[in-house]
């Protein structure tokens, strides 16, 4: 009887703290949207919002930015700032992230090249398009070329690895404890454990930042990163195979890749990596590689001029009609 009783008690105090705890998630997360509305535009896309943030009034092709893995678009406002002074660009949050509504169900890789497609489209951004992709961003930049390619102007791959790469054992391995543990993030976000604590979590991506911190702590944030790497997961067998060489003729594509290994524990994305970034090249006859020295993954925040630079090279050789190596 006193057992049984002792159980129902701290079953009840439990209920109590994980009620306080979502009821403080709840007022946090609606206090946060007070404090920092959206910089941008919410573009309806059928349904859903998608957050859409334009700068710049240049004439020439409009940049348009797509962030990495788990990366708000935020990341990239400084460098968007910089790019505003000779070009229109563009960042925007895929679904789910940041101000973007989440998507129905776990989207397919071109689900999020349809969805920027229709956020350009009824932004009002028309083309040509000077496509910047981070990492995953540089599978979906490359899906949007192959999807809509009169609409493309020129491309800029930042640390981005081929489907070789993306796609190998390795890779998926990680991705799936990814989502395991990005599952028991979002449970602790739920509860505003992950709000209290988050300072100490090194995953997420601006801790000192305030509306980065505000905006990464809760459930939702947690489903799009989970969302993403299901993307990757559930891909088609049709989209984990290079493109070939020579598929974009002679469109200027710059890459960049980082200098500094990747850390221990992502030592196996080192495998293979130059090779990946060779095969890239080779989509296009007009492309050159440079390496960040001083950069690893996140070269956008290591080594920001260098991102800027490749984006100014191939903006002019756009605008300018002439190769790479003439737009220096």
Same mark, same amino acid.
């Given at each position: 009887?006193?057992?049984?009783?002792?159980?129902?008690?701290?079953?009840?105090?439990?209920?109590?703290?994980?009620?306080?705890?979502?009821?403080?998630?709840?007022?946090?997360?609606?206090?946060?949207?007070?404090?920092?509305?959206?910089?941008?535009?919410?573009?309806?896309?059928?349904?859903?919002?998608?957050? #859409? $943030?334009?700068?710049?009034?240049?004439?020439?092709?409009?940049?348009?930015?797509?962030?990495?893995?788990?990366?708000?678009?935020?990341?990239?406002?400084?460098?968007?700032?910089?790019?505003?002074?000779?070009?229109?660009?563009?960042?925007?949050?895929?679904?789910?992230?940041?101000?973007?509504?989440?998507?129905?169900?776990?989207?397919?890789?071109? @689900?999020?090249?349809?969805?920027?497609?229709?956020?350009?489209?009824?932004?009002?951004? %028309?083309?040509?398009?000077?496509?910047?992709?981070?990492?995953?961003?540089? #599978?979906?930049?490359?899906?949007?070329?192959?999807?809509?390619?009169?609409?493309?102007?020129?491309?800029?791959?930042?640390?981005?690895? @081929?489907?070789?790469?993306?796609?190998? @054992?390795?890779?998926?391995?990680?991705?799936?404890?990814?989502?395991?543990?990005?599952?028991?993030?979002?449970? #602790?976000?739920?509860?505003?454990?992950?709000?209290?604590?988050?300072?100490?979590?090194?995953?997420?991506?601006?801790?000192?930042?305030?509306?980065?911190?505000?905006?990464?702590?809760?459930?939702? $944030?947690?489903?799009?990163?989970?969302?993403?790497?299901?993307?990757?997961?559930?891909?088609?067998?049709?989209?984990?195979? %290079?493109?070939?060489?020579?598929?974009?003729?002679?469109?200027?594509?710059?890459?960049?890749?980082?200098?500094?290994?990747?850390?221990?524990?992502?030592?196996?994305? @080192?495998?293979?990596?130059?090779?990946?970034? $060779?095969?890239?090249?080779?989509?296009?006859?007009?492309?050159?590689?440079?390496?960040?020295?001083?950069?690893? $993954?996140?070269?956008?925040?290591?080594?920001?001029?260098?991102?800027?630079?490749?984006?100014?090279?191939?903006?002019?050789?756009?605008?300018?009609?002439?190769?790479?190596?003439?737009?220096?």
């Amino acid at each position: 009887m006193w057992l049984a009783a002792t159980a129902f008690a701290l079953v009840f105090v439990l209920a109590l703290v994980l009620g306080a705890g979502v009821a403080y998630e709840t007022l946090e997360e609606r206090r946060d949207r007070r404090r920092f509305p959206a910089p941008g535009r919410l573009i309806d896309i059928g349904g859903r919002r998608i957050h #859409l $943030h334009c700068e710049g009034d240049a004439p020439g092709p409009t940049v348009v930015i797509e962030q990495g893995m788990a990366s708000p678009s935020i990341v990239w406002r400084s460098v968007q700032a910089r790019i505003a002074r000779f070009a229109r660009v563009c960042t925007y949050d895929r679904a789910g992230f940041l101000w973007s509504d989440p998507p129905s169900a776990p989207p397919a890789i071109d @689900d999020r090249v349809a969805d920027l497609h229709a956020a350009l489209s009824r932004g009002a951004v %028309p083309p040509p398009y000077l496509l910047v992709g981070h990492s995953l961003g540089g #599978l979906i930049v490359r899906r949007f070329a192959a999807a809509y390619p009169h609409t493309v102007a020129g491309v800029v791959l930042v640390d981005s690895p @081929d489907e070789r790469v993306i796609f190998r @054992d390795s890779t998926t391995a990680s991705l799936r404890q990814g989502v395991r543990l990005q599952r028991v993030v979002r449970g #602790l976000a739920r509860v505003g454990l992950l709000r209290l604590l988050g300072r100490r979590v090194p995953m997420l991506m601006l801790p000192d930042d305030p509306i980065g911190y505000a905006l990464c702590v809760t459930p939702k $944030h947690a489903a799009a990163v989970v969302d993403d790497m299901l993307s990757l997961l559930n891909a088609p067998a049709d989209l984990r195979h %290079p493109q070939a060489r020579g598929a974009w003729a002679d469109r200027p594509l710059l890459l960049l890749t980082h200098g500094i290994p990747f850390p221990p524990i992502a030592a196996a994305m @080192d495998e293979g990596w130059v090779d990946s970034q $060779h095969r890239l090249l080779a989509l296009s006859s007009d492309s050159e590689l440079t390496v960040a020295s001083h950069s690893g $993954h996140l070269i956008h925040l290591d080594e920001p001029a260098v991102v800027i630079e490749a984006v100014r090279r191939v903006y002019g050789a756009v605008c300018a009609g002439v190769r790479l190596k003439e737009a220096r």
